[in-house]
Nanobody
């Protein structure tokens, strides 16, 4: 049974930093591409960043240079380091994995709120 558990969200002032974690069970992240998405109130869920099984990273334009996705295969955990946060980064952040032959799995989300 695949399970993803996010943590690390909170309230921070603009310009501040947060690090989100996504702890996986039921899969080994070293063999899967992992991604972060976010959803602001009234908006659709948008892709933020991906790290492939091989460690290649990609980002949506609005977070390039500010966010860093990384992983620790030994801890089976993916991270999202968020720096220089802006009010428009306020959203619920979700971790996602696509398991070949099985489907997409999402975590429960963690709230990030950035005050101006």
């Amino acid at each position: 049974q695949v399970q993803l558990v996010e943590s690390g969200g909170g309230l921070v002032q603009a310009g501040g930093s947060l690090r989100l974690s996504c702890a996986a069970s039921g899969i080994l992240i070293r063999f899967n591409d992992m991604a972060w998405y976010r959803q602001a109130p009234g908006n659709q869920r948008d892709w933020v960043a991906t790290i492939t099984s091989g460690g290649t990273t990609t980002y949506t334009d609005s977070v390039k240079g500010r966010f860093t996705i990384s992983k620790d295969n030994a801890k089976n955990t993916v991270y999202l380091q968020m720096n220089s946060l802006k009010p428009e980064d306020t959203a619920v952040y979700y971790c996602k994995v696509l398991v070949s032959g099985s489907g997409h799995y999402w975590g429960q989300g963690t709230q990030v709120s950035v005050s101006s």
